[in-house]
């Protein structure tokens, strides 16, 4: 597990220490909802924590691989190559089996700045949420 202090600003931006926000989640604690979910996804990619992208990837979802070690690999050359500047989150929708959020993430790969803006779509599954896959919501 990538080190990151305790009363360090959270990576995913939320204005809150990462022990307060998404550090427990990283140690195992479930998260309340799928925005957090979320949230902890896009901080453990800032952070290096790989293991926990895999872990709440939907195994039903087009991003899943059963060989981990080489998407751990993938994972790792992705974050490697880029630096997380900001996440805001647009748009949340929750129903009984599954939600959308919808982001604008603004990261720096070589020295360029980049923006991902997608529509995730999370899972409830057995007594969690996962993430399941992500379109452009501008192609609705």
Known sequence: ???TAANAPCACHS???YKRC???LHRGKKPVDPLALM???YCA???GLYD????????????WQYDQAAWNRELESFGAATQFRGLIICDYELDVEVAWVTFDAQLEQHGRA???IEKSLFRRVDDGWLYHSGT?????
């Open 1 to 3: 597990m990538a080190k």
């Open 15 to 17: 204005g809150l220490k």
């Open 22 to 24: 998404c550090g427990p």
């Open 39 to 41: 949230r902890s996804r």
């Open 45 to 47: 990619y800032a952070i």
């Open 52 to 63: 926990y992208i895999i872990q709440t990837t939907d195994l039903t979802g087009p991003h």
């Open 114 to 116: 980049v923006r991902m």
């Open 136 to 140: 452009d919501p501008n192609e609705h």
